[in-house]
């Protein structure tokens, strides 16, 4: 470290009073004298080396020269005025403050001294009257007389330069805080940078000589928030002015920095991105930007932010940058699609091949799939595919089906007409398209879970008439999309003319196919087609496939396997003693209970469809003609399985079951006179049941009290269930047969089981009504009954006798009559 002493360097002093002219041109003299000393001795040290140091000296040099000349000026015909002196005295204290600031972390011995002779120049006031100025009375004005023309010219050109030289100290005075300041010292410099460039005080050559861009742009990657908002004001500024300074701003580094400031504070964001719009007029500044790893991803986020300006600019810098296809990937990446679009409807063909490869190999998720449904994507991939070579079909194809996985867009394929395209490929035999076959059956598949799709009712013959000519992974989306038809509740007429065409018979040779999806797409079909002809089932199946059938349940095939089999089991009609028969003998009701065991509990589709059918195959195996079957099935552990089943989440599990319980509970009573007619041992008082008045058992007399059904069946009415209620009423109401309604009656109040009957009077269907006015009428024959929920009922049976259903009138009176509401002779009876 340099260490310089200014030894010299009196303490002379500018008195803010003079009394004389001479005094005060003296000690100016003296003043400005003083300051040559310095400059010698500043020169002769190595710290000239350095280019801030260097560049104040020379200011000063130059600062001191000017004063030198001014002081010879004095006994000439124009001497100096006032005014010039003390402008020339306080340049000087700003030359020295610039060599102090320079030198700032250079050790001087006399830093204090030059302080305060930089403070007395900055101070100096020649308070002169107007007879005791340095120039003559009549020099000091111009009165605008001419004889004084010339001299004012002259006068005003010299004024001129030194307020010239005094602004360009200035600026210097301002670059060097900029180039080193801190905290406060560079603030206080980018406002006073920033108001010289809005009054147009600073050049472009200037700002070339100086290398001002490099120096905002080095200070930018360091400086705090607000120092960065006001260097990036000053760089748009410099940015409008000429295209010059836009070229020295697209250096990578710059625009690096540039672009972190997207990240941050909202004003600083803004002003970020409204620079890097005006400076993509530059090429080469679209091609750095799209580079520059995550500036694309926030300017789409800046696009879809809350800040309208910051959006604008944002939108314009990716409209600019989406001159690249490559920029144009990564914003669809990010999310913006608009430009990936643009090229799919008007770019070259290379260029639709890009983006639809893209397209087919990004992670879409719904949201942005619709986005590309809603920007126009389809409409150009449909068109690629129909008029596009083979990988142009190829790729249209695998983007088609990324975006058919949304309803919206299955929307927008088939009003444009897509299935026939579809279609026309499928049944193509050019072998060049055979590879197209199969992503374009599986967004037939994607299409057909739209019910949209039976706007065309020959849709579903023409995809069975190309199950036998496909390959398995074609002949698997077929499949697909024929159980997605058949299952849309507008498509019974389609499912009878499936039938009408054959289709049972076309889908038995597939369920001993040893393609396990194409088995099983086999078994949903016939499953959902077996619906509707219960009687003709069992002539179409033949033996030979119901074993087949039979024996996926038995098997230890997937559990969708055996849902749909089983649930072809449970359409089979009851009636057929020679299906019972076969099922009895490959044991298959212990089968299915083993089933229901061991599947998981959960909501799962596969889950609910294997309960529901299996609950439809205890149907056949309770039968109330059938004691025999009954009893086997009892005696197999069915009833525990029923009142488990009334559990289930599935309203058609729920509904099965209380059937099934129903069916076992008509034989109770019949069951209970031949069990105490063969009766050698007393039975315990634990047996006895308060509704059948006898000692009841689930094995021996189905007692669904016994089972503990009764309270299952009343939670599962009081969960508002419309679609079991009819099942449920109709278990409950073999309670209340003529030799039980009393006791029946007791047993539902004891279970809290009126008030759930009141409230199927008003949501349940007709014969649901009916059932539980039916179940009312036998409750309130006990008074005790009638008085404790008579009054709660009445409201509902007076609307239901004036607005409901005429089939009830007859009923709704009498039960109103109990309630001494009607009499007996109404005519509502």
Same mark, same amino acid.
């Given at each position: 470290m340099e260490i310089i002493s200014f030894s010299e360097i009196g303490s002379a002093r500018v008195t803010s009073e003079i009394v004389s002219e001479n005094e005060s041109f003296i000690e100016y003299s003296v003043?400005?004298?003083?300051?040559?000393?310095?400059?010698?001795?500043?020169?002769?040290?190595?710290?000239?080396?350095?280019?801030?140091?260097?560049?104040? #000296?020379?200011?000063?040099?130059?600062?001191?020269?000017?004063?030198?000349?001014?002081?010879?000026?004095?006994?000439?015909?124009?001497?100096?005025?006032?005014?010039?002196?003390?402008?020339?005295?306080?340049?000087?204290?700003?030359?020295?403050?610039?060599?102090?600031?320079?030198?700032?972390? #250079?050790?001087?011995?006399?830093?204090?001294?030059?302080?305060?002779?930089?403070?007395?120049?900055?101070?100096?006031?020649?308070?002169l009257s107007p007879e005791s100025d340095f120039v003559n009375d009549g020099e000091t004005e111009n009165t605008g007389e001419t004889d004084q023309t010339g001299d004012t010219d002259q006068t005003g050109e010299t004024e001129g330069e030194i307020e010239e030289d005094r602004i360009t100290l200035d600026i210097g005075d301002v670059v060097l805080r900029i180039k080193y300041g801190k905290d406060d010292e560079f603030k206080s410099a980018l406002s006073a940078f920033n108001s010289m460039i809005r009054d147009h005080m600073i050049t472009s050559e200037w700002i070339n000589e100086e290398g001002v861009i490099p120096i905002l742009f080095n200070r930018l990657g360091t400086s705090k928030q607000n120092n960065r908002l006001t260097i990036i004001q000053i760089l748009r500024s410099l940015a409008s002015q000429n295209d010059g300074n836009k070229e020295k701003m697209a250096d990578a580094g710059y625009l690096m920095t540039l672009v972190k400031s997207l990240a941050r504070h909202e004003?600083?964001?803004?002003?970020?991105?409204?620079?890097?719009?005006?400076?993509?007029?530059?090429?080469?500044?679209?091609?750095?930007?799209?580079?520059?790893?995550?500036?694309?991803?926030?300017?789409v986020a800046i696009l879809n932010g809350d800040d309208p300006v910051a959006s604008g600019d944002a939108g314009s810098l990716l409209s600019a940058l989406s001159s690249n296809t490559q920029n144009a990937l990564h914003m669809a990446e990010a999310g913006y699609f608009k430009p990936l679009v643009h090229y799919l409807k008007e770019g070259s063909d290379m260029s639709k091949i890009l983006m639809a490869t893209a397209l087919s190999r990004m992670e879409l998720?719904?949201?942005? +799939?619709?986005?590309?449904?809603?920007?126009?994507?389809?409409?150009?991939?449909?068109?690629?595919?129909?008029?596009?070579?083979?990988?142009?079909?190829?790729?249209?194809?695998?983007?088609?089906?990324?975006?058919?996985?949304?309803?919206?867009?299955?929307?927008?394929?088939?009003?444009?007409?897509?299935?026939?395209?579809l279609l026309q490929l499928l049944f193509s035999v050019t072998s060049v398209l055979m590879t197209l076959r199969e992503p374009a059956s599986a967004i037939l598949a994607k299409i057909a879970e739209s019910d949209s799709i039976l706007v065309n009712q020959e849709v579903a013959h023409q995809m069975l008439s190309l199950l036998n000519l496909s390959t398995p992974a074609v002949q698997n989306h077929l499949l697909q999309a024929l159980n997605s038809i058949a299952t849309h509740k507008s498509s019974s007429k389609v499912r009878r003319k499936m039938k009408e065409n054959g289709a049972i018979q076309l889908l038995l040779p597939f369920l001993a196919h040893n393609n396990t999806k194409i088995r099983t797409g086999a078994l949903d079909l016939l499953h959902t087609l077996s619906?509707?002809?219960?009687?003709?089932?069992?002539?179409?199946?033949?033996?030979?496939?119901?074993?087949?059938?039979?024996?996926?349940?038995?098997?230890?095939?997937?559990?969708?396997?055996?849902?749909?089999?089983?649930?072809?089991?449970?359409?089979?009609?009851?009636?057929?003693?020679?299906?019972?028969?076969?099922?009895?003998?490959?044991?298959?009701?212990? =089968?299915?209970?083993?089933?229901?065991?061991?599947?998981?509990?959960?909501?799962?589709?596969?889950?609910?469809l294997l309960e529901e059918s299996i609950a439809g195959v205890f149907l056949r195996f309770t039968v109330p003609s059938d004691k025999k079957l009954q009893a086997f099935s009892v005696q197999q552990g069915v009833i525990p399985f029923l009142v488990k089943l009334l559990s289930s989440e599935s309203l058609l599990t729920k509904s099965r079951a209380a059937t099934s319980l129903s069916q076992l509970s008509q034989n109770t009573m019949s069951l209970k006179k031949t069990k105490t007619r063969w009766l050698c041992v007393p039975p315990?008082?634990?047996?006895?049941?308060?509704?059948?008045? %006898?000692? %009841?058992? #689930? +094995?021996?007399?189905? %007692?669904?009290?016994?089972?503990?059904?009764?309270?299952?069946? #009343?939670?599962?009415?009081?969960?508002?269930?419309?679609?079991?209620?009819?099942?449920?009423?109709?278990?409950?109401?073999?309670?209340?047969?003529?030799?039980?309604?009393?006791?029946?009656?007791?047993?539902? =109040?004891?279970?809290?089981? =009126?008030?759930?009957?009141?409230?199927?009077? +008003?949501?349940?269907?007709?014969?649901?009504q009916e059932k539980a006015l039916w179940i009312l009428e036998r409750i309130f024959r006990v008074d005790a009954h009638r008085v404790e929920f008579g009054e709660s009922a009445l409201v509902l049976l007076i609307d239901l006798a004036q607005k409901g259903d005429p089939k009830l009138k007859s009923v709704t009176a009498k039960v109103l009559a109990q309630l001494e509401v009607l009499q007996l002779q109404s005519s509502y009876f």
């Open positions: 003043l400005t004298k003083k300051l040559s000393p310095i400059l010698s001795e500043l020169k002769q040290y190595k710290l000239m080396d350095t280019s801030p140091i260097r560049k104040a #000296v020379e200011s000063l040099e130059t600062e001191l020269g000017r004063a030198k000349a001014l002081t010879t000026r004095r006994g000439s015909s124009k001497p100096p005025s006032k005014k010039q002196v003390e402008d020339v005295a306080q340049g000087l204290g700003r030359s020295l403050g610039l060599v102090l600031f320079a030198s700032r972390d #250079v050790q001087l011995l006399s830093k204090e001294k030059i302080e305060a002779l930089r403070r007395e120049m900055m101070s100096v006031r020649f308070d004003e600083e964001q803004r002003e970020a991105v409204g620079l890097l719009s005006s400076l993509s007029d530059v090429s080469g500044v679209r091609r750095r930007i799209g580079r520059v790893q995550g500036c694309i991803i926030m300017l998720t719904d949201q942005r +799939k619709s986005s590309l449904g809603s920007e126009g994507a389809i409409e150009p991939l449909v068109q690629m595919f129909q008029g596009g070579k083979l990988e142009a079909k190829m790729l249209a194809l695998s983007a088609l089906q990324s975006l058919s996985t949304l309803k919206e867009n299955i929307q927008r394929l088939i009003s444009i007409g897509f299935i026939s395209s619906k509707d002809i219960s009687e003709e089932l069992t002539e179409q199946l033949a033996e030979t496939n119901l074993s087949i059938i039979i024996n996926v349940v038995l098997s230890r095939v997937s559990d969708r396997e055996k849902a749909a089999a089983v649930g072809i089991l449970s359409n089979l009609p009851v009636s057929d003693k020679k299906v019972t028969d076969i099922f009895k003998k490959v044991n298959l009701l212990p =089968v299915l209970m083993s089933i229901l065991c061991s599947s998981p509990a959960n909501s799962m589709p596969t889950t609910r315990s008082d634990v047996d006895f049941c308060e509704v059948h008045d %006898c000692h %009841c058992s #689930v +094995k021996g007399t189905f %007692c669904l009290v016994k089972a503990g059904a009764i309270p299952k069946m #009343v939670q599962v009415l009081e969960s508002n269930d419309g679609d079991t209620d009819e099942a449920v009423l109709g278990a409950l109401a073999t309670l209340l047969q003529d030799e039980t309604w009393e006791n029946g009656s007791n047993y539902i =109040v004891k279970v809290s089981g =009126v008030q759930p009957f009141i409230k199927v009077l +008003k949501r349940g269907t007709v014969k649901a």
